[in-house]
C-alpha cells in the first residue's frame, strides 16, 4: 500500500511539472468565479470573515512555502507541495475577485481595471518567476495590493465610519504596520544566509513602492471610493416628494435603445430646468455628504456649473435617495457627476440638451 501511494505521488508530481502553469491558473479562476457570486455588501458581516479568512490563509502559505522551499534546495529528491500552492493560488484569486465586485460597484471601471489588472500581473508572475525568492517578492508584493484594498473598505466601514483624506492616510499607516509584522515573519522565520537582510531590504522596497503607488492613484482619484457605490442615477423633467419616496418624469428612449430606460438627449424650451436623482449605497452607521457636480462641455473642456452637495447615512440597501436641480441650460454636452467631498468619482449620467418649441411626451416613474 505504501508503494502505491508513493507511485501515485510521483504521479501527481510528474503532472504537476507538466502542468504547473495551468493548474496554477484553474486555481486563480476557481477562487475568482466562486466570490464573484458571494461577494454583495462591503459591510456583510460574512463576507468579511471569509475575506479575513483568504487573507489569513495565503499570508500562512506564504510562509510555510517558503519554509518548505528552503527545505527542498538541501534534498536530494526534493517534493513538492501541491495542495498548498493550489490552495494559495485560489485564496489570491477568490481575494481579487472579492474585491473586484465590491470596488466596480463603486460607479466607475477604474476599480475592475485595477484588480483585472492584478489577476492578469499573478498570471505573468506564475509564468515567469521560478525561483524560491522570486516567488517570495511577487507573493509579498500581490498579498500587500490585496491587504491594502481591503482595508481600504473595512477601516472606512467598521472602525471610522468616514471617508476622506484623513480616513485614507490612517488607512495606509495601519497597513504597513500589518504588512511590518508579516515581514518581521518572513525575516525570522524563512529568510536564511548571510544575504537575508538584503532580501528584505528588496521586499521592503517593494512593499513601500506599493504604498506609494496607492497614494499616487489615490491622490489622482483613481482609486474608486470604496466603500461607497452608486446604486441609481437619472436625469429628469421634474422630481417631486411623495409618501414612500419620489415620483419623477422623463423622455423614455427610443425602442431601439434597449439597453436604457431614460433617453440620453434631454429637450429643453425657455426656462427649462434639469433634475439629477442619485441613490448611493453607504454602510450602516457610516455619514458623509454627496456632491453633485453639473458640467457642460465647452471648447476648452468640461466647464463646472455648480456643485451642490445633500448628506447621506448609510444602512439603506437601495441607497440614500436625493437629487439636485440646475436651471443654467445650454444646449450641449452635459453630465452630472456624482462625488465625495474631495472629489473622488462615484459614478455619472451624462446627456445631451436639444432645444425644441415643445417638451415631447414624458413618462412617470416612481424612485
Not at 246 to 268: H, L, M, V
Not at 289 to 295: A, S
Request: aromatic share 16%; with cysteine.
Amino acid at each position: 500500500m505504501h508503494k502505491w501511494w508513493e507511485a501515485r505521488y510521483k504521479t501527481g508530481v510528474e503532472l504537476w511539472d507538466r502542468y504547473e502553469r495551468r493548474i496554477s491558473a484553474l486555481g486563480l479562476a476557481l477562487g475568482f468565479f466562486f466570490d464573484i457570486i458571494i461577494a454583495e455588501r462591503p459591510d456583510d458581516p460574512l463576507n468579511n470573515i471569509l475575506l479575513l479568512f483568504y487573507l489569513f490563509v495565503a499570508g500562512a502559505l506564504i510562509v510555510i512555502l517558503n519554509l518548505r522551499g528552503a527545505e527542498r534546495e538541501r534534498e536530494e529528491n526534493p517534493t513538492q507541495p501541491l495542495f498548498l500552492l493550489f490552495v494559495m493560488q485560489i485564496c489570491f484569486g477568490a481575494l481579487a475577485s472579492n474585491l473586484l465586485v465590491l470596488y466596480g460597484k463603486s460607479g466607475t471601471l477604474v476599480g475592475s481595471a485595477l484588480f483585472i489588472g492584478l489577476l492578469a500581473a499573478m498570471l505573468i508572475g506564475n509564468e515567469f518567476l521560478r525561483t524560491r525568492y522570486g516567488q517570495l517578492r511577487f507573493n509579498i508584493a500581490v498579498y500587500y495590493i490585496l491587504l491594502f484594498s481591503y482595508l481600504l473598505i473595512v477601516i472606512p466601514t467598521f472602525v471610522l465610519h468616514s471617508i476622506g483624506t484623513l480616513v485614507f492616510l490612517i488607512t495606509g499607516i495601519t497597513s504597513l504596520v500589518f504588512i511590518g509584522g508579516f515581514l518581521w515573519l518572513i525575516y525570522y522565520f524563512v529568510l536564511r544566509g548571510r544575504k537575508r537582510e538584503e532580501y528584505l531590504a528588496q521586499v521592503g522596497s517593494i512593499v513601500f513602492g506599493i504604498f506609494l503607488a496607492f497614494n499616487l492613484l489615490y491622490f489622482l482619484k483613481v482609486i474608486p471610493p470604496v466603500p461607497l457605490s452608486l446604486k441609481d442615477i437619472g436625469v429628469y423633467h421634474s422630481i417631486e416628494r411623495v409618501e414612500g419616496g419620489y415620483r419623477a418624469t422623463y423622455e423614455e428612449a427610443p425602442w431601439w435603445k434597449f439597453w436604457r430606460e431614460i433617453d440620453s438627449t434631454y429637450t429643453i424650451t425657455t426656462g427649462s430646468s434639469a433634475y439629477c436623482f442619485s441613490s448611493v449605497f453607504a454602510p450602516s452607521d457610516l455619514n458623509a455628504p454627496i456632491f453633485h457636480r453639473w458640467e457642460r462641455l465647452s471648447e476648452g473642456g468640461w466647464v463646472t456649473i455648480s456643485r451642490i452637495s445633500y448628506p447621506i447615512s448609510g444602512g439603506r440597501a437601495d441607497g440614500y435617495r436625493g437629487f439636485t436641480q440646475t436651471g443654467k441650460l445650454l444646449e450641449g454636452a452635459w453630465r452630472c457627476n456624482v462625488e465625495t467631498a474631495n472629489g473622488a468619482l462615484i459614478g455619472r449620467a451624462s446627456f445631451t440638451v436639444e432645444k425644441a418649441g415643445s417638451l415631447p411626451e414624458l413618462s412617470t416613474t416612481s424612485l
